[in-house]
C-alpha cells in the first residue's frame, strides 16, 4: 500500500490515529495538521523517532495546502467531550469548527475519501455532506464502527469465544440511541441465543444466558465510563478509524457500520446514521438493509428522530 493520508487535528484522538497508521503498512505518507503548531510538531518528532523499525514512512507536521493528492483525510476536530457532558452539547461549538475547516481541506483534497470522526459524528457527517459539495460516496462518518468492537469484546467476554467468530452489530446514532439489531447477531452461524443453548447441552457451566440490556448498557456507557476513569477515549477509536482507512484501500470491498446519507432506508431519509454499509477503493458504495424485526426498525426510525431534532436546532 502507498496511501498518503491527512489527518485534521493533533488531540488525542488525531495524534493516536497518526501513530496508529505508523505502526501499520497502510500509509506511505501522513500528514498532520493542527491549530496548534508547536504540539502537532512535538506529535510528529515523537512518532517519526519510532519509525526506523518499519519501511520509510513520511509523516510531516503540515498546512492545508500539505493535503494536495491525499488519499484519505480524517477530521477529528473539536472540542472534546468532558465528564458528564453528552455528545449532543457539544454540537454547536464543533459544527463551527468544521464549518471553518470544511473550505480549506476540501480545496486542497477534492478527490481524497474522507472519515469524520469529530463528535457528534453522525450531525457532523451529515454538516459535511451537505457543506462540502463532495459526492456522498467520499464521506464516511466513524459512526458505530467502534459500539459494534465495543458489542463484539463485550459478547467475546461473556461466551468465551473469540471476537473474529462473533457478527453482531451497533445501529443508530453513535450515541444515546443507539441499539442492537439482536435479530442479525451470529456466533459463527447461530444466533446468540442458540448458541447458549448449545454451550448449555454440552455441558458449559461456564457460560451464562445473556442479558442483552445489560450488554447494551455496557456498549453505550463504556466510553463515559472510560472518559471518567482516564479522561478521553482514544485507542480503541484510533484502531477502528485506521480499520476504516486499510478497508478504503484495499482490493476488495468491505460491510461495516459506518455513519452516511440514508435516502429511504427502513423509512429513513436526510439524515447520516449507521447500518451495514459497502466501503472499498471508492468510498461508500451502498447499503445492506439487513433484516430486522418490527421493534428494530422502530428503534432505528427513533434514533434518526432524534438526530433529526437536534440537527433542526443548530446553525448550519
Known amino acids: 500500500m502507498s496511501s498518503k493520508i491527512t489527518i485534521i487535528g493533533a488531540g488525542s484522538v488525531g495524534s493516536t490515529i497518526a501513530y496508529t497508521l505508523s505502526a501499520s503498512d497502510i500509509a506511505s505518507e501522513i500528514v ?4 496548534n503548531k508547536e504540539k502537532v510538531a ?6 517519526e523517532q519510532g519509525t526506523c523499525f518499519r519501511d520509510p514512512i513520511s509523516i ?14 480524517i477530521i477529528t476536530s473539536g472540542i472534546a467531550r468532558k465528564p458528564g457532558q ?3 452539547e457539544l454540537t454547536q461549538t464543533n459544527v463551527n469548527i468544521l464549518k471553518s475547516i470544511t473550505p480549506e481541506i476540501v480545496k486542497a483534497a477534492p478527490n481524497a475519501l474522507y472519515i469524520i470522526v469529530s463528535n457528534p459524528v453522525d450531525i457532523m457527517t451529515y454538516v459535511f455532506t451537505k457543506i462540502s459539495g463532495l459526492p456522498e460516496r467520499q464521506i464516511i462518518g466513524s459512526g458505530t464502527i467502534l459500539d459494534t468492537a465495543r458489542l463484539r469484546c463485550g459478547l467475546s467476554e461473556h461466551f468465551k469465544i473469540a471476537q473474529r467468530n462473533i457478527h453482531a452489530y451497533v445501529f443508530g446514532e453513535h450515541g444515546d440511541t443507539s441499539f442492537i439489531p439482536w435479530t442479525g447477531a451470529y456466533i459463527s452461524g447461530v ?17 451464562e444466558k445473556l442479558d442483552k ?10 466510553g463515559g465510563k472510560i472518559i471518567a476513569n482516564k479522561g478521553a477515549t482514544f485507542y480503541a477509536v484510533s484502531t477502528a478509524v485506521c ?15 459506518v455513519s452516511t446519507m440514508m435516502h429511504g432506508e427502513y423509512g429513513i431519509e436526510d439524515v447520516c446514521l449507521s447500518i451495514l454499509t459497502i466501503i472499498g477503493p471508492d468510498g461508500a458504495k451502498g447499503k445492506v438493509p439487513m433484516r430486522m424485526n418490527k421493534a428494530e426498525i422502530e428503534k ?12 433542526a436546532q443548530i446553525e448550519l
Open 60 to 73: 510531516v507536521a503540515g498546512e492545508y495546502e500539505d493535503a494536495k493528492d491525499s488519499d484519505i483525510v
Open 243 to 257: 480499520q476504516i482507512c486499510r478497508r478504503l484501500v484495499a482490493a476488495s470491498d468491505s460491510m461495516a457500520t
Open 300 to 311: 432505528l426510525q427513533a434514533s434518526a428522530r432524534a438526530l433529526k431534532d437536534v440537527i
Open 191 to 207: 444466533s446468540v441465543d442458540e448458541y447458549y443453548e448449545i454451550m448449555k447441552s454440552q455441558g458449559r457451566t461456564d457460560v
Open 42 to 47: 512535538g506529535e510528529v518528532m515523537d512518532i
Open 86 to 88: 453528552t455528545r449532543i
Open 32 to 35: 498532520l495538521i493542527d491549530i
Open 213 to 222: 440490556e445489560a450488554m447494551l448498557t455496557y456498549v453505550q456507557k463504556s
